[in-house]
C-alpha cells in the first residue's frame, strides 16, 4: 500500500487523520516513515536531542489497585513489597548528589498514608534541594490525593504546587479504549478521568507529559484513538510536552506474551506518533524500555529526546526490563553524537543547560 499521498501532507505541513494514521500502521515500508517523521521532527527542534540528568524515586510499591499488566505493585505482608519513610527517601535523594536536575517520584496507591505524608515530602525534599525540580505523582496518582485529601481536583493540585510540585510525569493513561483498559486495569481511574486530571493541571500552570502502554492487547485502531485524544487535548490547552510511547513488558505479570515488542513495530509506533502529533514539541524514547541501541536508531524516526539519567528506575525492571536502570551523561552524549545529532542537556521544563 503506498502511503505517498500522506508524505505529501506532511510535507506541507497538514495535520493527519484518524485514516491517514491506520494506513500508516498497516504499511510496512519503515524506512519512509522514519524519513516523514524525522522531517517532522527537525521542522521542531532542528538536529538537537535532549536529555535530563535525573533520578528516579519510586517510594512504595504498595498499591490498592492490582493492575493485570503490573509487575511492580504488592500488597502489604507480599514478598517483595517495601514503603520508604520521608528520611528514608530524602536518604535516597542524596545519593544523586547535586548533579541531577530532577526527581522523578512516582509509586503505588499506598493503601494507609494520608495527604498531609504527601505535602510534607515535597516540602521536605524542596527545603533540601530547593534547585532540584521535583516531577512527581501520575494523574492516577493525584486523583488518588484528591480523594485522601477531600480536596477538589484544582485545590489538590494548587496544594500539591504550593508544597513544591513543579510537574507532572505522564504516566498512568495506558490506553484511553475503555475495554481494553477495564482487562488491563480495570481499578484504575478512566481515560476520561486521565484526561480530565491533566487538563486540570495544565488549567492552574503544571506543565506535564503523556504516555500510551503499547503491545499488549490492544489494535491500532486503539492506538490512534489514543494519539487523536491527547492531540485534542494538547489543542485545547498546550500544556503537554513531551509524549512517550511504553513499550510493554509481560514478564511477571498476568498478561502473558512470548515476547516483547519488536524494534520494528517500536520504532513504527515512535515515528507515528510524531506525525499524528503535531502539537506536541517533543516526542521521548525510553531507553528504560527499549533498550540503549532502539532508542539511538529512534533518534531517526522522529524522536529527540532520550529522557535522562534516570538512576535506578524500579518499574520497568520488576516486568523484566532489560537495562540496568542507569546510564551516565556522558553515555548519554556518546549515543546521541553517534547518531549524528547534536546532545542538548535540558532541565525539566526544556530550557538549555549545555549544548555539545
Known sequence: MSIDHIKEKIFSNERLTREDGLELFRSNDLLALGRMASHAAQRKNGNKVFFVQNMHINPTNLCVNRCTFCAFSRSRGEDGAYEMTIDDILDRARKAGQSVREFHIVSGLHPDLPFAWYVDMLRALKAEFPRIHLKAFTAVEIDYLAKLSGLSLTDTLVTLREAGLGSLPGGGAEIFDAPTRNTLCAEKISGDRWLEVMETAHTIGLKS?????????????????????????????????????????????????????????DLKTLAISRLILDNFDHLKAYWIMLGEKIAQVSLTFGVDDLDGTVVEERITRAAGGATDGSMTREEIVHLITQAGRTPVERDTVYNEVKAW
Open 209 to 265: 507529559n503523556a504516555t500510551m502502554l503499547y503491545g499488549h492487547i490492544e489494535t491500532y485502531e486503539h492506538r490512534i484513538d489514543h494519539l487523536l485524544r491527547l492531540r485534542d487535548l494538547q489543542d485545547r490547552t498546550g500544556g503537554f510536552q513531551a509524549f512517550i510511547p511504553l513499550s510493554f513488558h509481560s514478564q511477571h505479570t498476568e498478561i502473558k506474551k512470548s515476547a516483547y515488542t519488536t524494534g520494528f513495530d
